[in-house]
């Protein structure tokens, strides 16, 4: 069973930037389809960015051009780089993966997913 474990939230200014990691325990991590979430308070948990096996990733309209995903299989690492934060952008954000290659078009959607992390919270204030 994987563990998953996120780092690099933090509270920044409109405009500033923040890269996410997650350190995964699985040494087969190259397998796995890999996702960022997030959860605003009172909202339902929204897919960011998703990264297949192959490299293939997906973005959420409201990241493109502004987030980018990426993965170090060498380092079982996964990465979001977030540009030009926006305060809508403040959140709970969690690492997600699955033992599979997951279609493009499913890399956003949570019930795909069976790992989670606990988390990072990112804060942008105007």
């Known amino acids: 069973q994987v563990q998953l474990v996120e780092s690099g939230g933090g509270s920044v200014q409109s405009g500033g930037s923040l890269r996410l990691s997650c350190a995964a325990s699985?040494?087969?991590?190259?397998?796995?389809?890999m996702g960022w979430f997030r959860q605003a308070p009172g909202k339902g948990r929204e897919g960011v960015a998703g990264?297949?096996?192959?490299?293939?990733?997906r973005y959420a309209n409201s990241v493109k051009g502004r987030f980018t995903i990426s993965r170090d299989n060498a380092k079982n690492t996964l990465y979001l780089q977030m540009n030009s934060l926006k305060p809508e952008d403040t959140a709970m954000y969690y690492c997600?993966?699955?033992?599979?290659?997951?279609?493009?078009?499913?890399?956003?959607?949570?019930?795909?997913?069976?790992?989670w992390g606990q988390g990072t919270q990112v804060t942008v204030s105007s």
């Open positions: 997600a993966a699955v033992r599979v290659s997951l279609g493009w078009w499913l890399l956003l959607r949570p019930n795909e997913y069976n790992y």
């Open positions: 699985e040494n087969t991590y190259s397998t796995y389809s």
């Open positions: 990264i297949d096996s192959g490299g293939i990733s």
